[in-house]
């Protein structure tokens, strides 16, 4: 079973759309502990996504992911706009040239787009960031993968654990970004990148796992 080109392009369409449905939600939990400019900033980059996925429609998944990190790196700004851009670039790197993708092929790609965002964000577990939720599920999927999993139990798997992560990032403290400069006052509020972070994982298990074949 594997992750089909079109399943991709369903996907980035589907997370532009959920980004879209819930831009007031993260404006808000991004106006409780930041500058409230998270659901716009991630609204405007997936609207830029979607007008450029045409072009690249007929292309390799990895030049699908590149041009996703591209268009997000120049029109989402703030803080979560080099971080998603670095984890689609990486993700594109590791997938140039594919046309479809394997359980293993998924893994290693979302593997080099977490490490991308620890790399440019520098941010640990637990400084309540997005890398809160995107590193269970990591985790979830690469243990679903070892055990010889299929790609919707591995994909669902994943979606849980990057709820339970976003979950966890309530009563944290932030360490970066701008709730940092809150100190104890972040504590008692979700993060609004763990949250957007838990959309694109949650998306790809509604529309990947539904579409791999
Ligand atoms: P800004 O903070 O510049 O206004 P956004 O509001 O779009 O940018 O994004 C804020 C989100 O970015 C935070 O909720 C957090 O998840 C994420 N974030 C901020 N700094 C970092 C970092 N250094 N590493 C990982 N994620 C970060
Ligand atoms: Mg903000």
């Avoid at 939720?133 to 990057?162: F, W």
Wanted: aromatic content about 6%; proline content about 3%; hydrophobic content about 40%.
């Amino acid at each position: 079973m594997t992750i089909s080109r079109d399943a991709v392009l369903k996907w980035l369409e589907t997370y532009a759309a959920v980004i879209n449905e819930n831009f007031a939600y993260l404006t808000q939990l991004d106006s409780d502990i930041g500058d409230g400019d998270h659901g716009a900033n991630m609204n405007r980059g997936m609207q830029a996504v979607l007008t450029a996925l045409p072009g690249v429609a007929d292309k390799d998944i990895g030049a699908v992911f590149k041009t996703t990190g591209m268009k997000l790196v120049s029109t989402v700004g703030g803080a979560s706009g080099p971080l998603y851009g670095t984890l689609f670039i990486q993700m594109g790197n590791v997938t140039a040239g594919k046309m479809e993708l394997t359980l293993a092929d998924w893994v290693a790609a979302m593997e080099a787009g977490y490490d991308g965002v620890v790399m440019r964000g520098k941010a640990a577990p637990g400084d309540k960031t997005m890398v809160d939720a995107l590193k269970p599920g990591l985790d979830a999927l690469k243990s679903e993968r070892d055990r010889g999993a299929s790609v919707p139990e591995a994909l669902n798997a994943a979606a849980d654990a990057t709820k339970r992560g976003m979950e966890a990032t309530i009563p944290l403290v932030a360490r970066k970004g701008r709730a940092s400069y809150l100190g104890e006052r972040s504590a008692g509020y979700q993060d609004p990148g763990a949250t957007s972070s838990w959309y694109l994982i949650k998306t790809a298990a509604e529309t990947l796992a539904s579409q791999a074949q």
